[in-house]
């Protein structure tokens, strides 16, 4: 068997002639780590380089790969198992991308190394973003065989990010990956919007390598979070205004800021708190915000709805560092 490895420094970049247009009105995939329908479409539809991508051609024509962005179910609302059935999960249900589900363990994969607090940044590339309910992620089970079409009993949850904001046309954030999740699995996201029963649904091929060696070793070793301070609304906000959390060293140096651009549907103080939060979690490792949930290998912090509920947490990999929130509103008329 050849498996062919990406980085995720390196896995964007597309080679080769591109032979037609895509089609612009469609709508998105994740681009890091890179979905296994987007990795097959920077390939070069017409001339793919990996055999996975070739046998994804030979099964359904280059046309899914021009369409790559497409991968969904235009009346989803939310129903997706009844919708994308096992062994067509990958396709998103639809006959048209059956060569995605191809029964190999060769995909191209990402590699990702999980961070102190076994986190993964994902990033989802839409090429026409839409106002969203969710995205929900799923990682592959420790015991599920790669060799067989997947199936909604191999997965299992570990991310729901509710409402989230998007940054011109990206939208990031972060997943805890299981200590005992390690080599090849695979990362299943949906999108569903909140504008339209529409839904997207991606594959992305990933191989989990840990960064002191061992899963289990890193999981006893999980960096605990300490309470630090708490996110209060005290008003709403105009939009235009900017909410940024500003984050210093032991010395008081300025080593990360987190901006979030205050939208008309975030500013009330219900809302933008949990908005921050979604943001400074999908990008810092020094700081999260939110309600504390599980223990040990379990442990996550999750954004809550509410002027006063999202508790500040520092990680103690960062011990003696301290943060800022600055507001910035817009000058009156």
Same mark, same amino acid.
């Given at each position: 068997?050849?498996?062919?490895?990406?980085?995720?420094?390196?896995?964007?970049?597309?080679?080769?002639?591109?032979?037609?247009?895509?089609?612009?009105?469609? &709508?998105?995939?994740?681009?890091?780590?890179?979905?296994?329908?987007?990795?097959?479409?920077?390939?070069?539809?017409?001339?793919?380089?990996?055999?996975?991508?070739?046998?994804?051609?030979?099964?359904?024509?280059?046309?899914?790969?021009?369409?790559?962005?497409?991968? %969904?179910?235009?009346?989803?609302?939310?129903?997706?198992?009844?919708?994308?059935?096992?062994?067509?999960?990958?396709?998103?249900?639809?006959?048209?991308?059956?060569?995605?589900?191809? #029964?190999?363990?060769?995909?191209?994969?990402?590699?990702?190394?999980?961070?102190?607090?076994?986190?993964?940044?994902?990033?989802?590339?839409?090429?026409?973003?839409?106002?969203?309910?969710? +995205?929900?992620?799923?990682?592959?089970?420790?015991?599920?065989?790669?060799?067989?079409?997947?199936?909604?009993?191999?997965?299992?949850?570990?991310?729901?990010?509710?409402?989230?904001?998007?940054?011109? %046309?990206?939208?990031?954030?972060?997943?805890?990956?299981?200590?005992?999740?390690?080599?090849? &699995?695979?990362?299943?996201?949906?999108?569903?919007?909140?504008?339209?029963?529409?839904?997207?649904?991606?594959?992305?091929?990933?191989?989990?390598?840990?960064?002191?060696?061992?899963?289990?070793?890193?999981?006893?070793?999980?960096?605990?979070?300490?309470?630090?301070?708490?996110?209060?609304? &005290?008003?709403?906000?105009?939009?235009?205004?900017?909410?940024?959390?500003?984050? +210093?060293?032991?010395?008081?140096?300025?080593?990360?800021?987190?901006?979030?651009?205050?939208?008309?549907?975030?500013?009330?103080?219900?809302?933008?708190?949990?908005?921050?939060?979604?943001?400074? %979690?999908?990008?810092?490792?020094? +700081?999260?915000?939110?309600?504390?949930?599980?223990?040990?290998?379990?442990?996550?912090? #999750?954004?809550?709805?509410?002027?006063?509920?999202?508790?500040?947490?520092?990680?103690?990999?960062?011990?003696?560092?301290?943060?800022?929130?600055?507001?910035?509103?817009?000058?009156? %008329?």
């Amino acid at each position: 068997m050849h498996v062919t490895g990406k980085l995720a420094v390196v896995c964007l970049a597309g080679s080769g002639i591109v032979m037609a247009p895509d089609v612009g009105f469609s &709508h998105g995939s994740m681009e890091s780590p890179i979905s296994r329908v987007y990795n097959c479409r920077l390939e070069n539809p017409e001339q793919p380089k990996s055999d996975a991508c070739k046998a994804v051609v030979q099964a359904g024509g280059t046309q899914p790969l021009y369409d790559w962005m497409e991968v %969904n179910q235009s009346d989803a609302a939310g129903n997706h198992k009844a919708l994308v059935t096992d062994g067509n999960i990958c396709a998103g249900g639809r006959d048209k991308y059956v060569g995605l589900d191809l #029964e190999r363990s060769d995909w191209v994969k990402t590699t990702v190394v999980p961070n102190k607090n076994t986190k993964v940044k994902m990033t989802f590339y839409g090429t026409t973003p839409h106002a969203t309910e969710y +995205f929900q992620t799923y990682i592959t089970k420790a015991n599920w065989n790669p060799d067989k079409a997947l199936s909604w009993s191999d997965l299992k949850k570990i991310k729901k990010k509710k409402y989230p904001e998007w940054n011109g %046309n990206r939208l990031s954030w972060k997943v805890k990956v299981p200590a005992n999740r390690e080599g090849y &699995h695979v990362l299943y996201t949906i999108w569903q919007r909140s504008d339209s029963p529409e839904a997207f649904y991606t594959c992305t091929d990933v191989n989990v390598v840990w960064s002191n060696g061992t899963s289990e070793s890193l999981a006893q070793d999980l960096a605990e979070w300490t309470e630090v301070g708490q996110v209060i609304a &005290h008003n709403d906000l105009a939009a235009g205004s900017t909410v940024t959390l500003r984050v +210093f060293d032991p010395d008081g140096g300025d080593v990360a800021s987190h901006s979030l651009q205050i939208r008309s549907r975030t500013g009330d103080a219900e809302d933008w708190p949990a908005a921050l939060a979604s943001l400074v %979690n999908a990008e810092s490792d020094v +700081f999260n915000i939110g309600v504390l949930e599980g223990s040990g290998g379990t442990l996550d912090i #999750e954004p809550e709805s509410g002027a006063a509920a999202n508790a500040v947490y520092l990680s103690g990999a960062y011990p003696g560092y301290t943060y800022h929130i600055d507001i910035d509103t817009p000058p009156s %008329n």
